[in-house]
């Protein structure tokens, strides 16, 4: 029988850490139907790739994604497509779109994840057709998706849902009984339907967006530990997982999530958990080094099952202004930011009493891991109508001025215009020799990319590829900290497996979802600066990623949807070669 696809004499990773070996791939009816060591018969078959000395590879996972809305808009995904992902998670952070109305879901979203929430509300508005967790499975399974697509439901989405986003969002207010069980039961109908587990978010630092009651805290800041332990119940009897955020300035509220996914007190099994985040925080240089080790002994000490989410590239955040969550941190930031009309802002900025109030509590130093180092002199203006400025940090205009650096930055807003001063900081994954330790971190898993959010502060959708060449650079400089196969089991089946995904290996039997990588092309193109306009976001111009000549070639379900820089034709409005991947259906695949 003839092939639907050809990959010829590639190095094959399997996804499953074993040694890679070259080989040729034969691709039938969307499964990888031969691996051989001989030469494939060609005939009949419309698309071979030559792989010879190049990379095949699963396709990358990416277990941190907030596409919620512009799966709706642009079902291909294209921006984590183009960098060989093949499958993402939806419903991170403790929101999704299934329960809440549509305006209940665009006043969670947007503001958290900076996405214009014109265009969140537009798309709920336009495309949203379900009213439970079966029929937007069923909706999202009906677009033509590029990607694979899987989900988790969101605390925030559930507790609005019951409680209405008014209580839901007011401190005191406690579910009875009866909300608590509706809860429940509106959890295990996601996972009747197929959803992975729950998401959720303990730090309160996340706000609403809306008119109604913005820069409120996201709803499931506010739930008690006997609401959450009601819900991680269910997770643990159906064998599903958790992911969240800890409240890091209560150190009990850790604690509690390992004792939750423990098996302790005759509560078997335990439930797997994915926490943010691990992180080398230039606020805490210590911090990496001390979650690492304290997750792998309570991990081991109470049989818990704990990983925490790294994005394993340098954090480099841009903002227009001061539209960036870190300045959430503070309550004059929030203030700033609760004001929507540009004239109002600029007010506040230049008030004096305002700015006495933010150096107060600017300059009051948190016990605990922050998000920002809040170092000025480590924030460098890049675009500004005084060109004078380009090129400064911050804290070298105030020692040039002979002020505060707080207030250096709020007059340098205040006088160019708030949104038109864009900066750049990296607030963490600065030092690489701690970067390479935690890649190879027991305690931590690939993540945290943010893809589809924060679309003028951040592009992570190509950071498997900035791995592998880190890893390759390393091996080829004679200090390697990850063995190629290490690193591409790191980017696909490991977390696969955490997740209880069907995804992340390439053996005889599996799904053909696959990246073939130019590896010669793993340059320094992975690290440039690069803006896209978005037309379903109105012409936004956002931050991505661009290093095309890399991946030669991106398979989804047997299907080659991205290939030197292009993708197939009607690709993402006429084609589908993605599919909603539900819990329980792991496929059984041979070596």
């Known amino acids: ?331 004059a930031g929030t203030a700033a930011l609760h004001l929507r009309d540009q004239l109002e802002r600029n007010t506040l900025l230049a008030d004096p009493e305002y700015r006495r109030r933010f150096r107060r509590s600017f300059d009051r130093r948190k016990l605990g891991p922050t998000l920002w180092h809040r170092d000025f002199h480590d924030a460098t203006i890049v675009e500004c109508p005084d060109g004078s400025l380009i090129g400064k940090s911050f804290g070298q205009i105030a020692d040039e001025r002979g002020i505060h650096p707080l207030d250096a930055f709020l007059d340098v807003l205040v006088d160019n215009g708030e949104r038109n001063v864009r900066w750049t900081t990296i607030v963490a994954n600065h030092r690489p020799d701690v970067l390479d330790r935690l890649a190879a971190d027991p305690s931590v898993h690939m993540g945290f990319s943010d893809a589809g959010a924060h679309l003028r502060n951040m592009a992570f959708y190509n950071y498997a590829l900035r791995l592998l060449k880190r890893v390759r650079d390393a091996d080829e400089a004679g200090r390697p900290f990850l063995t190629p196969q290490r690193a591409v089991h790191r980017l696909t089946a490991e977390v696969a497996d955490w997740f209880g995904l069907d995804a992340g290996t390439l053996r005889r039997g599996d799904r053909a979802d696959f990246v073939v990588i130019d590896v010669g092309a793993l340059d320094d193109s992975v690290n440039a600066y690069h803006e896209a306009v978005v037309p379903f976001y109105g012409g936004l111009s956002r931050m991505v990623n661009r290093n095309d000549d890399t991946v030669i070639a991106t398979g989804v379900n047997g299907q080659v949807v991205f290939a030197r820089g292009r993708f197939r034709d009607g690709y993402g409005a006429t084609v589908r070669s993605g599919r909603y991947l539900r819990a329980g259906t792991a496929a059984t695949a041979t070596v």
Not at 85 to 108: F, I, N, P, Q
Request: glycine fraction near 10%.
């Open 1 to 331: 029988m003839s092939y639907d696809v050809i990959i010829r004499d590639g190095l094959w990773f399997d996804g499953t850490g074993r040694p890679p070996l070259t080989r040729s791939l034969g691709i039938r009816d969307g499964i990888v139907a031969e691996v051989s060591a001989a030469p494939l018969d060609e005939t009949g078959c419309p698309e071979v790739i030559d792989a010879a000395g190049k990379w095949v590879v699963p396709g990358f996972i990416d277990v941190h994604t907030h596409y919620d809305a512009e799966v709706l808009l642009d079902p291909g995904l294209r921006e984590s497509v183009r960098h060989g992902v093949t499958t993402v998670l939806l419903g991170m952070c403790s929101l999704s779109t299934v329960y809440a109305d549509t305006e209940d879901a665009a006043d969670l979203f947007s503001r958290v994840e900076a996405v214009p929430r014109e265009y969140v509300h537009g798309a709920l508005t336009e495309h949203k057709t379900w009213h439970n967790p079966a029929e937007y499975v069923a909706a999202i399974d009906a677009l033509p998706l590029g990607p694979n697509i899987a989900s988790l439901l969101g605390h925030s989405d559930l507790r609005a849902s019951v409680l209405g986003l008014d209580r839901a969002t007011t401190r005191g207010v406690v579910p009875t009984d009866a909300e608590l069980e509706t809860m429940a039961q509106r959890l295990e109908q996601a996972l009747d339907a197929g959803m992975l587990g729950m998401s959720g978010m303990d730090a309160a630092i996340d706000k609403l967006d809306g008119d109604r009651f913005r820069s409120r805290a996201l709803p499931s800041t506010f739930a008690t530990w006997r609401e959450r332990r009601r819900l991680i119940k269910v997770l643990r009897r159906r064998g599903r997982m958790l992911q969240s955020a800890p409240n890091v300035a209560r150190a009990q509220e850790a604690l509690n999530f390992f004792l939750e996914s423990s098996g302790l007190f005759g509560r078997r099994p335990g439930v797997k958990m994915s926490l943010l985040v691990s992180a080398d925080a230039k606020s805490s240089p210590g911090a990496a080094r001390v979650i690492g080790i304290g997750t792998r002994v309570l991990n081991k000490l109470i049989g818990a099952q704990v990983r925490f989410q790294h994005l394993p590239v340098p954090f480099e955040l841009y903002s227009d202004g001061i539209d960036l969550p870190v300045f959430e941190e503070f309550g």
